[in-house]
Antibody, heavy 116, light 112 residues
Framework: EVQLVESGGGLVRPGGSLKVSCAASGFTLSSHWMSWVRQAPGKGLEWVANINQDGSQKNYVDSVKGRFTISRDNAKSSLYLQMNSLRAEDTAVYYC?????????WGQGTLVTVSS | DIVMTQSPLYLLVTPGEPASISCRSSQSLLQSNGYNYLDWYLQKPGQSPQLLIYLGSNRASGVPDRFSGSGSGTDFTLKISRVEAEDLGVYYCMRVLQTPITFGQGTRLEIK
């Protein structure tokens, strides 16, 4: 059974940093592009970033470029999102998503709250 | 960036009645291979989004056949032939072929 389990969310002050993780199981992580999608409270879905199978290609939405870094460790079956210079508008549930053209599996999400 | 526009943003439907959601893209999603790179997702209350339809008209595994997707190019439609109580939630269209990947604003479906 495919499972994606996010962790690492929490409360962080504006300007701070946080790293969220996603543990993948039930499939071979190294065979798939992976994405992070976020959802601000009461709002819609926003794609944040994705990464190819070996980590050599990374793409970001403009609003996080230069602040967020997506990475992966296929040996550990894990996906990461390092978030720096956090802003109040980054407050959201962050979902880890498997890309199988389409997005076929989503994690349950981890909440990141940016507030003083 | 390609903008995805859904309508309506809210639907109130009686069980057993049909429902239809429109999604328009600011650029054509039809590729030279004949596929439309448009997917539909449903986010039920308190849950993560789940895939309903991919490549415009293909039902994902386990999705009831009362759900159907149609359209091509810039105009797409998700139809539910007979709404059931379990269909409540927010429906999103999404385009993915080039980044940034973008979603529609979402259509909230409620049951009368």
């Amino acid at each position: 059974e495919v499972q994606l389990v996010e962790s690492g969310g929490g409360l962080v002050r504006p300007g701070g940093s946080l790293k969220v993780s996603c543990a993948a199981s039930g499939f071979t992580l190294s065979s798939h592009w992976m994405s992070w999608v976020r959802q601000a409270p009461g709002k819609g879905l926003e794609w944040v970033a994705n990464i190819n199978q070996d980590g050599s290609q990374k793409n970001y939405v403009d609003s996080v470029k230069g602040r967020f870094t997506i990475s992966r460790d296929n040996a550990k079956s894990s996906l990461y999102l390092q978030m720096n210079s956090l802003r109040a508008e980054d407050t959201a549930v962050y979902y880890c998503v498997r890309e199988n053209r389409p997005f076929d599996y989503w994690g349950q999400g981890t909440l990141v709250t940016v507030s003083s | 960036d390609i903008v995805m526009t859904q309508s309506p943003l809210y639907l109130l439907v009686t069980p057993g009645e049909p429902a239809s959601i429109s999604c328009r893209s600011s650029q054509s999603l039809l590729q030279s291979n004949g596929y439309n790179y448009l997917d539909w997702y449903l986010q039920k209350p308190g849950q993560s989004p789940q895939l309903l339809i991919y490549l415009g008209s293909n039902r994902a595994s386990g999705v009831p056949d009362r759900f159907s997707g149609s359209g091509s190019g810039t105009d797409f439609t998700l139809k539910i032939s007979r709404v059931e109580a379990e269909d409540l939630g927010v429906y999103y269209c999404m385009r993915v072929l080039q980044t940034p990947i973008t979603f529609g604003q979402g259509t909230r479906l409620e049951i009368k």
